[in-house]
């Protein structure tokens, strides 16, 4: 068998951690589709050249969003309180042409940060292929073209509306395998003075709280500032700041533009020495992460069924994508978790990819609240907790598996 290749260097990877047969992270079903469900091997590799951490395969982009996509953004307060930052944060930054500027965001899903600019009445586009979040946004005021991001879809934006001044992606970049195109594809689109602004879970952050279910279908890579730097390097661009943001567990705001254009930021040097020390760049760190997340799989089924055998009632709280390769990897069923409650209409009166338990809707957690509730939507814990008090005070109890397997209260 020949050794897998890294999508950036073109060097052989060498295999790290494996998953085993996973289901798609946002594919959930009803019962007819069962038997025909789609799965593929999930198996993590790392690359010492381009120091890139990635799925070895990965389905088809177009398997995984289309015009049925199951996660929309503006499902979280908080979130739309971060992108309503991040859009201050853009405005504010100096780097946007004073007259006319052009901002352009890589996946905006249903416009939760654009609108903030569409509403500034300032020029934008999204680029969104899941046709159905592509349309929510357009209905909101936000310009969306519904195609996936190429170099080719750059070059058109540029011959018909010019070259832009910010390029913004948030949740997105590690999405895409042709990485190297998308990093040709934003050099030609940035302005000579444009920048680069994009943020995505963060690799150091994955490995200190063991957050293993970063790691689906969708996330074919898990950055680094060294594994950002190295592959726009190779296409004439640099990071000139790093941002680390508590969204999604941990996660980097990187900041790049064309080489030499702007200083580079002390943050930057130093992220690269902490990344030493973490050991971000080398095969060794992948090891020890993968015998922390199988400790976190063994912690987890033991403490399921020891509470199943009392007696009592376990769901769970957000059908995440994360969730699915916790209940696959796990092997975690109806058995164990009676129903997972998500506000999501799409995802409601399904079953969760692979493992089959149902999804209802928020309404059944008030309803008929579990003795237990495991917080698979764990980045958005404050926010939940805080909406949740009466479920604690009546003696509910919240499993949480990030950092480590226990019980909170
Ligand atoms: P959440 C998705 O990941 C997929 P997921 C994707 N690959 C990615 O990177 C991130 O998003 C950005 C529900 N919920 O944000 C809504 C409640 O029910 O952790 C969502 O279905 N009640 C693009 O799916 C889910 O939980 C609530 O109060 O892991 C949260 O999904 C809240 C706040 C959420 O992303
Ligand atoms: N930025 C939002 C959405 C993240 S979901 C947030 O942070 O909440 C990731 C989005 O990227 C999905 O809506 C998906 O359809 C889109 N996407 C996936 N591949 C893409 C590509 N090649 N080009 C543009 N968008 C893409």
Not at 73 to 81: I, K, Q
Not at 184 to 200: N, Y
Not at 291 to 320: C, F, H, P
Not at 341 to 355: E, H, L, R, Y
């Amino acid at each position: 068998m020949n050794a897998p290749l890294c999508r950036i260097s073109g060097q052989a990877i060498n295999r790290a951690i494996d998953f085993g047969i996973q289901p798609l992270g946002n594919g959930f079903l009803l019962p007819e589709f069962f038997s025909s469900e789609y799965f593929y091997p999930m198996e993590m590799g790392f690359c010492e050249t381009s120091m890139m951490f990635q799925l070895i395969e990965q389905p088809a982009p177009e398997q995984m969003f289309h015009e049925h996509y199951a996660f929309y953004s503006s499902t979280s307060r908080y979130m739309e309180w971060h992108f309503a930052e991040f859009a201050n944060q853009v405005k504010q930054s100096g780097y946007l042409a004073k007259v006319d500027p052009f901002v352009v965001e890589l996946g905006c899903n249903d416009g939760i940060m654009l609108k903030n600019f569409a509403s500034a009445g300032m020029r934008h586009l999204g680029i969104e292929p899941s046709r159905n979040v592509a349309a929510v946004a357009n209905g909101n005021g936000v310009r969306t073209l519904s195609e996936f991001f190429s170099e080719a879809v750059a070059e058109k934006i540029v011959r018909e509306e010019g070259q832009a001044d910010a390029f913004l992606a948030a949740n997105v970049m590690c999405h895409i395998p042709d990485m190297l195109g998308v990093v040709k594809g934003i050099r030609a689109l940035l302005k000579p003075t444009g920048v680069v602004m994009f943020e995505d879970p963060y690799l150091g952050d994955v490995i200190e709280k063991t957050s293993y279910d970063q790691i689906y279908d969708e996330h074919v890579f898990l950055f680094s500032a060294h594994s950002v730097q190295y592959m726009f390097q190779l296409h004439g661009m640099e990071l000139i700041d790093v941002l680390p943001q508590k969204t999604h567990g941990g996660s980097m705001r990187y900041v790049l533009a064309h080489a030499g254009a702007y200083p580079v930021s002390q943050a930057v040097t130093q992220l690269f020495v902490k990344e030493q020390e973490l050991g971000l760049h080398k095969q060794s760190t992948f090891e020890t992460f993968r015998r922390s997340i199988e400790q976190s799989r063994v912690d987890l089924v033991n403490l399921l069924r020891e509470l199943k055998s009392q007696g009592k009632r376990i769901a769970g709280y957000g059908a995440t994508s994360k969730s699915t390769t916790v209940l696959n990897y796990c092997g975690i069923g109806p058995d164990l978790i009676e129903f997972i409650s998500d506000t999501t209409p799409i995802k409601q009166g399904k079953f969760t990819p692979g493992m089959h338990i149902p999804v209802k809707p928020y309404e059944v957690f008030q309803a008929s609240p579990p003795d237990y509730a495991v917080l698979f939507a764990w980045n958005h814990a404050e926010e939940i907790m805080a909406k949740e008090k009466a479920f604690v005070e009546a003696g509910g109890r919240w499993i949480v598996h990030i950092p480590k397997v226990q019980v909170l209260g």
